[in-house]
């Protein structure tokens, strides 16, 4: 930490000393703050407040009263999901930017997209979870990418990096971390002030409060075991996210809610440790891996409690099934023995979404058998070579498959039963 000598002129804001501790008088409750700047793209509400008190010389903790008027601190409690009128009012006030703009910085503002309520104890699904006792944190509920906060001019939290889902970069194609890497202890931003009389030199949004490691520094990659296939795929679940709609060649275009609905039960499925478990054991037997099981955190929010290594596991594990939808998970489900019934009323949740439920009923057709790629391109093969129509519909079509529709637009313009691949 630098310090000013007296011919230094002036002292930088974060030598200034701010260990005094006055109650603000309600005339100064939410004044219009001296140092003012609007939330980067998709920074977390949280962060953006964190580098506002920063950039005003002012602790967190006295920084909190300009718009906390609650019992306990803003900072132990998830305010990027669930934040009281009266504070989003106050911040409004000192920052003069309006209630709207800052809840597209929270995490509220996915609901309709990534979830559809938040549960009595302030989580939501696909969200990452932790908890906080005074200045502990249990649990691992942040994650960045190190080479996103490198290439910032200043360092900032994205409100993706929230998201459960996410455990790659698709921008620099990369794993995301989930802990410090010079101390192992989980990423808590708003620990940056705690117990010093001073500001920190650094922006808190760029150092780990235990051990003050930049989280920017590059870092030794080991991400070359990721397909790109997966990245592609977390790209589109990124992408669904900004636009509200999942687009797939294989699925087609779905609601984001809906894909992240049924996203959610085919990772509950998976990561089950009862009858469903075996549906894990065929994926992995399919991956060439063990079919390892996951250790849950004690939240109301059991996938978002995981810590990033599990998540990608069974993340990898729903996208196996999503490749070649439905054919794979109708195939996987009929060996694992699930019953379209234990499905769809796995665990007592909501209806199923009807993508995944038209393909867990077609699971009890007894001539579903599965198809090797080397016939599906045989057949590919045999219509590009007859100049006949050879979109993976039409393969399907040949093949037999009841789930794609015969009148879908006119396009059944030729009878399999009148050729011959021979």
């Known amino acids: 930490m630098a310090i000013s000598k007296h011919s230094a002129g002036t002292p930088l804001p974060f030598e200034t000393d701010t ?50 008027m609650h019992p306990g601190s803003p900072w132990s409690r998830n305010i990027d999901l669930i934040l ?41 699904q696909g969200i990452l979870t932790s ?47 989930d802990a410090c890497p010079g101390c192992q202890q989980p990423l808590a931003y708003h620990l940056s002030d705690f117990g ?99 250790t849950y955190s004690g939240s109301q929010n059991p996938f978002g409690g995981l810590r990033l290594g599990d998540r990608l596991n069974l993340l990898r594990h729903a996208y196996w099934l999503l490749q070649e939808w439905p054919e794979r998970f109708i195939w996987a489900t009929k060996k694992a023995k699930l019953a379209f019934s234990y499905i769809d009323s796995y665990k007592k949740q909501t209806p199923l979404p009807y993508w995944v439920a038209s393909a867990a009923a077609l699971a009890h057709d007894p001539r579903h058998t599965r198809i090797s790629a080397e016939e599906k391109e045989s057949v590919k093969r045999f219509l590009e070579k007859n100049g006949l129509p050879a979109s993976r519909n039409q393969v399907n079509r040949w093949l037999g498959r009841w789930y794609v529709s015969r009148h879908k637009e006119g396009n059944w313009l030729f009878n399999p039963e009148t050729h011959s691949t021979n």
Not at 29 to 52: G, H
Not at 103 to 119: A, P, S
């Open 19 to 68: 260990s005094a501790d006055c109650l603000l008088p309600e005339s100064m409750k939410a004044p219009i703050l001296p140092v003012r700047c609007p939330p980067l793209p998709d920074e977390l509400l949280s962060s953006w407040l964190i580098r506002l008190a920063w950039l005003n010389a002012e602790k967190l903790y006295t920084f909190r009263r300009r718009f906390w």
């Open 84 to 124: 009281p009128d009266d504070a989003l009012a106050y911040i409004s006030k000192m920052t003069l930017i309006t209630p709207e703009s800052l809840v597209n910085h929270m995490l509220k503002g996915y609901l309709g997209t990534l979830f559809e309520d938040i549960d009595p104890h302030g989580n939501a």
């Open 131 to 177: 908890r906080r006792r005074g200045q502990k944190v249990f649990g691992f509920g942040l994650q960045l990418c190190p080479d996103c906060l490198r290439s910032d001019t200043v360092p900032y939290f994205r409100r993706w990096w929230k998201v459960a889902y996410l455990v790659t970069c698709p921008i620099h194609r990369r794993l995301l971390i």
């Open 196 to 294: 010093k009389s001073l500001l920190p030199e650094r922006i808190p949004t760029s150092f780990c409060a235990t051990c003050e490691y930049n989280w920017s520094k590059k870092a030794l990659q080991r991400d070359e075991l990721i397909p790109d296939a997966f990245m592609g795929w977390q790209k589109q679940i990124l992408t669904a996210l900004e636009t509200g709609w999942f687009e797939d060649n294989q699925i087609g275009s779905l609601y984001a809610l809906s894909f992240f609905k049924g996203l959610h039960t085919l990772i509950r499925l998976v990561a089950s440790k009862g009858h469903s478990s075996k549906l894990r054991q065929v994926i992995a037997g399919e991956l060439g891996e063990l079919p390892l099981g996951v």
